[in-house]
């Protein structure tokens, strides 16, 4: 046992020089004969801080013009930072446009090009600056919303003569410029300036200067700026372990690791923020090492990722907060790497995508028999929990026999990017279990804003005894698959996007099961119907769609009679039984009669129709999230300034 002294410990040596090193562990650090455990001393109420991040030398000096000012130690312009946190709170890189405005909009460089509209923009000289040419202009980042990613990339070049900027990094040929994605029925493509000295107009922004080593800070009226050096992230990684074994991390917190983009021409962004490399807990092909009542927070990129065939890990009780991408990522992408085994249990994970929005809560990559169980996991910009790492039916799969069960789920999408799931899987998933969890308030900028989403190929998965409610868009959608049995779930208060449950055909499964939906209740208030998408037996091309089996289920509107148009695209409630065989024992327009629908109490009255005909059994919803103890409370919350900036509420 080594027992660590409260207080703050810079592991890249926090003396202004830029650091860049980890507390790092391998496999002469402990053995299965003498495990080894590092924790807090005397459990003393403060966490002992691990900390990445270098402490600025220099006292902070007031300007004429509000501002603050001090040094830092550039090492002959090899180190420039990129995070910046005063009184224990992020300090926001300054942005064009104001908050305000919250963001500019740009439109592609000429109609049905796609491959030149990856490469630049025309921008709406209404809102945007009058110049580009901007200070230190090769510091300047560009940030541009595509449905489920933010693209950042630099200026290359612009002209004023035909309102053009160019990017030095393309997007990925998913995410033209100038594509249907994500525009929100306006004409054109959100985007914001960041680290630009031009746009330093606000409380709690700041710029580093590259050309003289200095950081100018606009705090807050509640800062206590004289006292507070200031803290730059400095290290890559906090604690980086690499064929470490046998190691328990326990009532510490890690905190303040850096974040970086990939040389070019490699994207900076991806989906689930899977191109950002770094973490500040670094696990890599370890074995049995607990993480228990850790905390993360002031992150630039990962909380903790787990990778290179680590095996039997233990996240317990942790809590996170202020994530600059995900939280917590299992596995590798592309290819299987034999990361198995990893828990993630009782914590609290919150409040990522600080940095890269598509950050996610709990990020399953290409990697099995994971559990994922009694976790709170909500206030991300992107999906809430993710499970698979194919598109479409590649196999054999690198996920398979993942539990995901009993965890709380909210506060997803925030408004500010598309396509997401509270649940969100990936290919073929065989032996996978989405059970038990609370899934409630998706809400995205455009379309797909879903409670459980099983998109391009998922297959092998079982949903039950979910609770999903209050999503903008489906309860739950199928973008094609096989063999998935949706049973025993309740979906209430469903949005508008193609119908309260939606399905795409299972294209390349041919007369293959695709879908089995059974003993669900249905409820809407907002949908403009009940189901959405593909439901006919085929389309014009003779694709069979009718691989869906549907039985012993409840269907309800507030708004009006589901056996009319709020059915479904093209189907009546008597042709759907009748000529596709479904449903034939579930009930429409009876209500469910919900003790409390209002004030989300979803357990049903004894005289359910649903109960009294054996439709749906009672489900337990006490044990779902964490229990036992409450995360610290959070620091300030930046959102009235960098996360209002890029929401839907002020478009």
Same mark, same amino acid.
């Given at each position: 046992m080594v027992y660590i002294d409260e207080g703050i410990y810079f592991i890249g040596g926090g003396d202004g020089g830029g650091g860049g090193g980890s507390w790092a562990f391998s496999s002469e650090d402990a053995t299965a004969r003498c495990p080894v455990t590092y924790t807090s001393y005397n459990n003393t109420k403060t966490l002992p801080i691990i900390s990445g991040a270098t402490s600025l030398p220099a006292p902070w000096i007031k300007m004429n013009d509000g501002l603050w000012l001090t040094k830092y130690d550039t090492h002959n312009g090899k180190f420039y930072p990129k995070q910046l946190w005063v009184n224990n709170n992020r300090a926001i890189r300054a942005t064009l446009p104001s908050t305000t405005k919250n963001y500019m909009w740009a439109n592609p460089l000429r109609e049905g090009d796609a491959e030149l509209n990856r490469w630049g923009f025309v921008y709406n000289k209404d809102d945007a600056p009058s110049s580009f040419d901007f200070h230190n202009i090769?510091? =300047? !980042?560009?940030? =541009?919303? +595509?449905?489920?990613v933010l693209h950042r990339t630099r200026i290359a070049n612009w002209t004023s003569t035909n309102s053009t900027v160019m990017f030095s990094v393309p997007t990925d040929t998913t995410q033209v410029i100038g594509s249907s994605y994500d525009t929100n029925g306006a004409s054109g493509h959100r985007y914001f300036i960041e680290n630009v000295r031009e746009g330093l107009d606000e409380q709690g922004e700041w710029y580093a200067d590259r050309s003289n080593g200095t950081i100018l800070y606009y705090p807050y009226d509640s800062d206590d700026i004289s006292s507070s050096p200031g803290l730059i992230s400095s290290s890559p990684y906090v604690l980086s372990l690499s064929g470490a074994s046998y190691l328990t991390f326990k009532r510490l917190s890690f905190r303040h690791g850096d974040w970086e983009c990939p040389p070019p021409p490699v994207l900076c962004c991806h989906q689930g923020a899977s191109a950002q490399s770094l973490a500040t807990i670094q696990v890599l092909a370890s074995n049995y090492v607990n993480f228990t009542n850790i905390e993360i927070a002031h992150t630039g990129a990962h909380g903790i990722w787990v990778s290179s065939g680590s095996r039997h890990?233990?996240?317990?009780?942790?809590?996170?907060? !202020? #994530?600059? *991408?995900? *939280?917590? +990522? #299992?596995?590798?992408?592309?290819?299987? !790497?034999g990361t198995e085994y990893v828990t993630v249990n009782n914590?609290? #994970?919150? !409040?990522?995508?600080?940095?890269?929005?598509?950050g996610m809560g709990i990020f399953i990559q290409a990697s099995s028999y994971n559990t994922i169980q009694y976790n709170e996991v909500a206030h991300f910009f992107y999906s809430g929990v993710s499970v698979g790492w194919t598109w479409g039916y590649a196999t054999p799969s690198h996920a398979h026999d993942n539990m995901v069960r009993f965890n709380h789920i909210y506060d997803i999408g925030r408004g500010v990017l598309s396509d997401m799931g509270g649940i969100y899987t990936l290919g073929v998933s065989p032996n996978t279990f989405i059970h038990d969890n609370i899934v409630h308030n998706v809400n995205t900028y455009g379309y797909g804003g879903i409670g459980l989403y099983a998109d391009e190929g998922s297959s092998g998965i079982e949903y039950y005894n979910n609770l999903v409610y209050e999503t903008k868009d489906a309860g739950f959608n199928q973008n094609y698959g096989m063999d998935n049995y949706i049973d025993n779930n309740i979906f209430y208060g469903i949005g508008s996007y193609e119908g309260a449950i939606s399905t795409s055909p299972n294209l390349e499964g041919g007369q293959n099961n695709s879908l089995n939906f059974n003993h669900n209740i249905v409820v809407i208030t907002n949908a403009t119907k009940l189901f959405g998408r593909y439901w006919e037996t085929s389309d014009d091309n003779g694709r069979n769609f009718n691989q869906y089996a549907f039985d012993k289920n409840l269907y309800f509107s507030t708004k009006g009679n589901l056996t009319g148009p709020l059915f479904g695209p093209s189907l009546t409630w008597a042709a759907w039984r009748s000529n596709m065989n479904q449903d034939l024992h579930s009930l429409v327009d009876d209500d469910p009669l919900f003790v409390n629908a209002a004030a989300y109490d979803f357990n049903l009255q004894p005289l359910s129709?649903?109960?009294r005909l054996s439709l749906i059994a009672p489900i337990d919803y006490t044990p779902v999230g964490p229990h036992g103890w409450a995360p610290p409370p959070p620091s300030r919350n930046n959102s009235d300034n960098e996360d209002i900036r890029t929401s839907s509420s002020s478009s």
């Open positions: 090769q510091d =300047v !980042d560009l940030l =541009v919303y +595509r449905s489920w890990i233990l996240i317990d009780s942790i809590s996170t907060q !202020d #994530i600059g *991408a995900g *939280a917590v +990522r #299992i596995g590798n992408q592309d290819v299987a !790497d914590s609290y #994970i919150h !409040d990522g995508g600080h940095v890269s929005k598509e129709p649903a109960l």
